[in-house]
């Protein structure tokens, strides 16, 4: 018997930050207080803080998919034209909504691995008159791949489509610039880059949005953005909240505004260019090389190994969780995380237990060259901060 200590590296839930973990506490406090007032109060406005925008941010007690739900529910009507891309399992996921609340879809299709490029929705758009709604995921996890959501906002401007941005894994791994993109929506999760456990979901949302809540008809109950942005203003929810995921995200928020947003995206960068340049050195190949996302990097397992097996070898030789390949990709792929409270101990482990996996299953590997390309992002980084000699 060895100590095997387990590790969750999963691209959601991701590692917790343990101060938010500890604040969870806490949570034997009742949420129509003053205190809890001030927490929801400042967590809100710390979202709206670390996303970088002046557009309203309202928040659940749901997991992601219950935003999405939320953005679709309050913001068209039946029957309404949208376009949705999809990529991956996410893109899949704005499909199911959108047509199971009877909007009139076109899904803009490509092959996991691949994005949907600009120029197709920009065409797209030119190509259908009346579009309400497009929808797309920043980073879609399934398949490791970043959409170019600043290009594609450029093309929806200017048309009276909103523009609904899944960035539940983007934000935190890729810039993000709301207001100046025109990204009409934006929908988060507390269980990635934000380091804590699922249980809440936000979205932002632009004056063009709420515009458009005005006159939209779908029905509507649980997740009602007007009346929760009401609530939120006096620091409440209208429904019992999750109180000991909003104590957690509140630390978690601080640590992210101490660090600064911009960090905490160049830090999952940083990770993924590491983990690309390391998969590299093992002769293995990226699932999406063309528009790799900083989120997760999904990579092919060898020919010969299905990835299920480099999933559970990780898991019982070494405790770690990492993500299969979901859907059709399971066997096929396996991802390593870089969204959140990762970092490069994290990576030099996760690699060295790769090239040890790989060895015993037959891949030609020279233990240590995967983990000394991460050696060399880190050295060209220069991560570290000087240390000061007293
Ligand atoms: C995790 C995730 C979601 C939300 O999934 P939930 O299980 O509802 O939290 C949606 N989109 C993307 C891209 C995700 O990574």
Known sequence: ?????????????????????????????????????????????????????????????????????ASVTNLFSPGDKVIVCSAGKFGERWAE???????????????????????????????????????????????????????????????????????????GTMPLDIDDWGLDVVIGGSQKAFMVPPGVAFLSVSPKAWKRAETATLPHFYFDLKKEK??????????????????????????????????????????????????????????????PSASVTAVKAPRDIDSSVIVKEFRNRFGAIIANGQGSMKGQIFRIAHLGYFDFADLFAIIAELEIILHAHGHPVKFGSGVAAVEHVYAEAAVAQPVSVM
């Not at 959601?12 to 949420?31: C, E, F, K, Q, V």
């Not at 104590?247 to 960090?263: F, H, P, R, T």
């Open 230 to 291: 009401k609530s939120g203003d006096k620091g409440e929810s209208s429904w019992t909240p999750s109180t000991a995921v909003i104590l957690a995200l509140g630390e978690a928020l601080c640590y992210v505004k101490e660090l600064g947003m911009s960090n905490l995206v160049e830090n999952a960068q940083l990770l993924a260019r590491a983990t690309r340049a390391a998969v590299g050195q093992l002769g293995l190949e990226l699932f999406a090389p063309n528009s």
């Open 97 to 171: 909504i959108t047509k199971a609340y009877s909007l009139d879809v076109t899904v803009l299709q490509s092959e996991y691995g691949d994005v949907v490029t600009p120029e197709r929705i920009r065409q797209a758009l030119a190509a259908t008159p009346g579009v309400k709604g497009v929808f797309v995921q920043a980073s879609e996890t399934s398949t490791g791949a970043a959409h170019d959501v600043r290009a594609i906002g450029r093309s929806v401007t200017g048309t009276e489509a909103i523009f609904v941005v899944d960035a539940i894994t983007g934000l």
């Open 1 to 69: 018997m060895h100590i095997k200590k387990q590790r969750l590296l999963t691209p959601g839930p991701t590692p917790l930050y343990p101060p938010a973990l500890r604040a969870m506490m806490a949570s034997d406090i009742h949420h129509r207080t003053d205190d809890f007032r001030g927490v929801y109060k400042s967590v809100l406005a710390d979202l709206k803080k670390v996303m970088g925008t002046s557009n309203d941010v309202i928040l659940f007690a749901a997991s992601g998919t219950g935003a999405m739900e």
